[in-house]
């Protein structure tokens, strides 16, 4: 509990210097603007490697997990829905909420709604020493699926925001192409899993993509290509057999340092929003295609309540699932074991803010992650308290 209030915190604070060092130091910040972005795509490879780690299936049973996709698809689906729907329905002024580009934004920056943590949600569970019921089984096949499902649907949603360019199409080879070595090679590569090999990777992944912009920017400056670092960075966990050590204390120490430096960076990768406010008041509203203009903190509050509990109200459909091996609890504790978010949605808002996509809806978005986040300890403490550790049914 106390790991995760402290990346709440973390995520504020970064939120917080967002907003204040461009008005304190305007220069300054300018020069660190593109640091801050490496950085953050730096910290985010390193994650989604060490998400990659825990995607290990039976190759020759892939029918068993035919249903559990099914059921985590529509965990990352009807919140993503919900979100995307409030924010044109709810924040978004009539004239526009009825334009495609509104709706095309919503459902991009809605998808941080999505994913679970499965990270923040594996060391919460076996913190509260679950790791031998099938609820743990359960919700973590749900939460890897959830987050490949999240990171693959990505490419869709940015054709659909900029329109088939030669890039995304590019884009989307790429894709296909990492989609077949993670599944062909899944598991196979002994290659070192120790944190300094992971910090390599990461720097390695992040170089490619970051080179790969430059170099498509010298054919089209117009349109470079983003290859973001989510889908990359997990298919090489995925496609590496070992596994770091998770009980050596200098690896907690460096996932425990990494993502506690992606929270800071992801609320830094904040465009600033208080100047806008105000220029919105002087100018009798400032008007964006989605989010409309600046609605005042009291009413961001508002929507950052109703948001979150959209999206895990979204999360809930895995209750009416699994009913002839799980208890009316067990499958009510999945669903609430779903809820957590982090690393991965708060990933999702990084690259709808490469998109520049701003403005009072990604506020909301940031601060209803950073109280979910906060609510991630009872949410645990609620999926102890329904199947009761001491007579829950063990993994079969």
Not at 140 to 156: E, S
Request: include cysteine; hydrophobic fraction near 55%; charge should be neutral.
């Amino acid at each position: 509990m106390r790991k995760i209030a402290a990346y709440s915190g973390l995520l504020i604070s970064g939120l917080i210097l967002s907003q204040a060092l461009p008005l304190v130091a305007p220069d300054a910040w300018a020069s660190v603007v593109l640091p801050v972005r490496l950085a953050t795509m730096f910290c985010l490879a390193f994650i989604m490697i060490q998400v990659g780690f825990e995607f290990a299936i039976d190759k020759h049973n892939v029918r068993l997990y035919a249903w559990d996709y099914v059921v985590a698809a529509t965990a990352a689906t009807f919140p993503w829905l919900l979100c995307a729907a409030y924010f044109v329905l709810a924040m978004t002024p009539a004239d526009a909420a009825t334009s495609r580009d509104a709706w095309k934004q919503a459902l991009l920056i809605g998808r941080f709604s999505a994913p679970t943590s499965a990270g923040i949600l594996f060391a919460m569970l076996a913190a509260a020493g679950l790791t031998s019921t099938w609820v743990f089984k359960k919700a973590r096949i749900l939460a890897i699926f959830d987050d490949l499902d999240t990171v693959l649907l990505m490419i869709p949603l940015k054709i659909m925001l900029v329109g088939m360019k030669w890039q995304l199409a590019a884009v989307g080879a790429a894709t296909g192409v990492l989609l077949w070595l993670g599944w062909s090679h899944l598991n196979t590569r002994v290659w070192p899993a120790s944190w300094p090999w992971v910090l390599g990777y990461a720097a390695a992944v992040t170089w490619v993509c970051e080179a790969v912009s430059i170099a498509s920017g010298w054919v089209d400056a117009t349109a470079p290509i983003h290859l973001e670092v989510l889908l990359p960075a997990f298919v090489l966990g995925c496609v590496i057999a070992g596994q770091p050590d998770h009980g050596d204390p200098g690896e907690e120490r460096a996932a425990a340092w990494l993502t506690s430096g992606f929270m800071v960076l992801v609320g830094l990768s904040m465009p600033p929003l208080m100047e806008r406010a105000a220029s919105a008041a002087d100018a009798g509203g400032l008007r964006t295609v989605i989010g409309g203009a600046w609605p005042g903190w009291g009413m961001i509050a508002r929507h950052v309540v109703w948001i979150t509990a959209l999206s895990n109200l979204g999360k809930m459909f895995s209750f009416f699932c699994y009913r002839a091996e799980a208890s009316r609890k067990e499958r009510l504790a999945v669903s609430i074991a779903m809820w957590p978010r982090g690393e991965v949605g708060a990933g999702v808002l990084v690259v709808s803010l490469s998109y520049g996509l701003e403005g009072p809806v990604v506020t909301v978005a940031l601060l209803s992650l950073a109280l979910n986040l906060l609510c991630t300890g009872i949410f645990i403490a609620a999926v102890k308290a329904l199947i009761d550790p001491g007579g829950a049914r063990p993994v079969s």
